[in-house]
């Protein structure tokens, strides 16, 4: 199995930028998704979560993220995505995707049994 994230570098305090996770290896449709992010010198947190879409998917968001962060899903691109609005310096981390069965425990690192390399989001303010 391979999460490869795509998108992060160096943006300004406001912008919007992208962040894409392709998934090889696994039966997409099949998993909840989800982006989380580690700050330097912080743990890894959650960010947001996106489930399998059999049920209706259902997007989560952590409260510092809800209504300037967009998670979507395309099942025939094996791809998620995390649209980032008005970033702000406090955004910078290391972004990861995921990918496992997670249930109601969407906000659990232990969810997800998958897990991107990780890209780097830096916001200058």
């Known amino acids: 199995v391979q999460l490869q994230a795509f998108g992060g570098g160096l943006v300004q305090a406001g912008d919007s930028p992208t962040l894409s996770c392709r998934a090889r290896?696994?039966?997409?449709?099949?998993?909840?998704m989800a982006w989380f992010r580690q700050a330097p010198g912080k743990e890894r947190e959650f960010a947001a979560a996106?489930?399998?879409?059999?049920?209706?998917?259902?997007?989560y968001y952590v409260d510092s993220v809800k209504g300037r962060f967009t998670i979507s899903r395309v099942n025939t691109k094996d791809t998620v995505y995390l649209q980032m609005n008005r970033l702000k310096p406090e955004d910078t981390a290391v972004y990861y995707c995921?990918?496992?069965?997670?249930?109601?425990?969407?906000?659990?690192?232990?969810?997800?049994?998958?897990w991107g390399q990780g890209t780097q989001v830096t916001v200058s303010s």
């Open positions: 995921a990918a496992g069965y997670a249930d109601n425990s969407v906000y659990a690192r232990d969810s997800y049994d998958h």
């Open positions: 290896g696994l039966i997409f449709n099949n998993y909840d």
């Open positions: 996106i489930t399998v879409s059999r049920s209706g998917s259902r997007t």
